[in-house]
């Protein structure tokens, strides 16, 4: 890479495949946890087709292998320091881009340490308007149910395992 951070698309799809969030990142390395992406504040991101918004702060997110879930660790001052996301297996369908289904529920935890699962609601419905079969339903349920656990225990990598990739973003 000589110096210079290879950039990677980061596509997150509804269950029915039609586009959901979407931005490029810098693939800032790997660890036991898989691959750690990050966006500078004021890097754009999109919903749908909806018009490009600029992020606010500088994040990481994290890709990790073999899990229905993603986590992306918020700099100062977002409401949220930690974000999962809830989704299919992550694909890297190249080498510089990874997609996934964004299944809805997500576990997070504000800057007061508080830790919550948002978006029950969206859940049950998305259940029965894209159809999720029985394994996703119990899969995505059980994901969140053992992310919310670990991200209010601070188990790792939600034990501060951020912070040295999130140094490379803030500054």
Known sequence: MGGQLENVEVVYTKYDGSLH????????????????????????????????????????????RDAWWTASFNGSPHKYEIYCDITSLPRWTTEDRVTMADLDLDVIRRRDGSVFVDDEDEFAEHQVRYGYPPDVVSGARTTADRLEEAVTRREGPFDGAHEAWLSRVTG
């Open 21 to 64: 969030w979407h931005h490029h990142a810098r693939r800032l390395g790997e660890d036991r946890f898989g691959t750690w992406l990050g966006c500078v504040r004021g890097d754009r991101m999109q919903r749908g087709q909806e018009p490009p918004i600029a992020c606010s702060v500088g994040f990481v997110l994290l890709v990790p």
